[in-house]
């Protein structure tokens, strides 16, 4: 029987159904979480993979520095060393996984696989479709070498609904190399918006050239919907916004159930970043812009007009 290994961290708990779901497609699916030792940084994670009836779970505990891409890469490969025929290991798509995933295809003379948003099985084969060229076309890429490392895009496969279980939780010691235990994390910056997280949030509110330094009108908006805050690359390259919140080709992929554009364009290469949106609102002073041909809803205006509206609007309907 072959056997699926999903790697979990904090920021990506709230992807484990979507994650185990894939998993469960290909084989046995076991659970990895990291822990600076045997009692700590794990139990949440151990509980929402229990959710979504994951029954085992591999507790990685290495001697260095487990925020390191380079040693949660060899908590991988020591879990897939660990378990029988492993055909792949699916994680969260981000740009942390994104290294670690091509240090364990390197490690274990595999494959890797990013942006994932479906995966199958036919006659024996296994299938990853992916967005390329921006999201101008889909591909279908079959898998001839395993173990494989699939980063799967947020919201890009909805989450079955098991029994929960309580899993069972083995403690796995990782002697890292000299390479895994030079690397060090040396500053962590987590910003409390009190705001979802841009990349599993159901609405986001994303800032385009439109709003002219005006990033409170974009900000009030999310707050008052319960939304993320994502920016184009323009408003990235002009500080008015941080790069963490980028939407596009060279930042996040978004798949938001709401996605409302204030003064974006619509280029190919923000697109690319959010043309999974469930339903797209847009709201540009150009009729013409690009992002209109992609949108549910369009509203032709001046978003220092709209917006102001548009939130004070929600906050009556909210009172």
């Not at 942006?115 to 279908?140: F, M, N, P, Y």
Request: include cysteine; charge should be negative; charged fraction near 20%.
């Amino acid at each position: 029987m072959t056997t699926c290994v999903v790697l979990l961290e904090p920021a990506s708990a709230a992807a484990a159904g979507e994650l185990v779901t894939a998993a469960r497609r290909l084989g046995t699916v076991i659970g990895l979480v990291l822990a600076r030792d045997a009692e700590s940084g794990s139990a949440a994670l151990v509980d929402a993979l229990g959710a979504h009836g994951v029954s085992r779970v591999l507790r990685a505990v290495p001697d260095a520095d487990p925020l390191a891409p380079a040693v949660v890469a060899e908590c991988v490969v020591a879990a897939v060393r660990a378990s029988d025929d492993v055909v792949a290991v699916l994680a969260p798509a981000s740009p942390a996984f994104h290294e670690v995933a091509g240090r364990v295809a390197v490690a274990t003379r595999g494959a890797v696989v990013t942006d994932v948003e479906d995966v199958t099985v036919a006659d024996g084969t296994l299938r990853v479709a992916k967005q390329v060229l921006a999201g101008a076309w889909t591909s279908t890429v079959e898998v001839t070498a395993t173990p494989v490392t699939l980063t799967l895009k947020p919201r890009a496969i909805k989450a079955d609904e098991v029994p929960p279980v309580s899993p069972e939780v083995v403690d796995l010691p990782v002697a890292c190399g000299p390479a895994a235990r030079a690397a060090r994390v040396t500053q962590t910056v987590h910003q409390a918006t009190g705001r979802p997280p841009l990349t599993s949030a159901d609405v986001v509110v994303v800032a385009g050239r439109g709003v002219d330094r005006q990033m409170s009108l974009v900000t009030d908006l999310a707050d008052e919907l319960g939304a993320a805050v994502g920016a184009t690359r323009v408003v990235v390259d002009e500080g008015w916004a941080d790069h963490d919140l980028l939407v596009g080709q060279t930042g996040v992929s978004v798949a938001p159930r709401l996605y409302i554009g204030a003064g974006v364009s619509g280029q190919v290469h923000h697109r690319g970043g959010m043309q999974a949106a469930s339903t797209v609102v847009a709201i540009n002073t150009d009729p013409d812009a690009p992002i209109f041909e992609h949108a549910d809803y369009g509203i032709v205006g001046d978003v220092a007009k709209v917006l102001p509206q548009l939130t004070t609007e929600l906050h009556r309907l909210r009172s």
